[in-house]
């Protein structure tokens, strides 16, 4: 979904200027647009886990659940080649596990370069 989805602010309106979600990634997210946002949305209507992403650069990426993010990324991942994205760390485990290929940025203490690779295609 685009932020001019009908319900869109219904669904994530929470989580823009959240502190809870900002302490926890270190990274603030913001509505623009041209972002597109693919959610984890569970049966009862509440948000687990988005990524948005722009040109195919991922944004933002927050998750309650590690299990729900990694479904969504691979899921992500079949539609599209992830270009070169500076993302928050605190999801490593769920990048490796997808087999995102991570790189330590020197001057991010709290984010990190993933890129997805296509090349079994």
């Known amino acids: 979904m685009t932020n001019k989805y009908e319900n869109f602010y219904s669904y994530m309106g929470k989580f823009f200027g959240s502190r809870i979600v900002q302490t926890e990634t270190k990274d603030r997210i913001y509505d623009d647009n041209n972002k597109l946002w693919y959610v984890y949305i569970d049966k009862s209507q509440k948000v687990y886990a988005f990524v948005s992403i722009f040109n195919n650069v991922i944004k933002n990426i927050y998750s309650t659940n590690n ?12 539609d599209i080649s992830i270009e070169p994205s500076i993302v928050t760390s605190i999801y490593e485990d769920v990048y490796i596990e997808c087999g995102l290929k991570i790189e330590v940025l020197n001057n991010y203490k709290h984010f990190i370069m993933i890129r997805g690779d296509k090349e079994d295609d």
């Open 67 to 78: 299990n729900y993010l990694k479904e969504l990324i691979l899921e992500i991942q079949k």
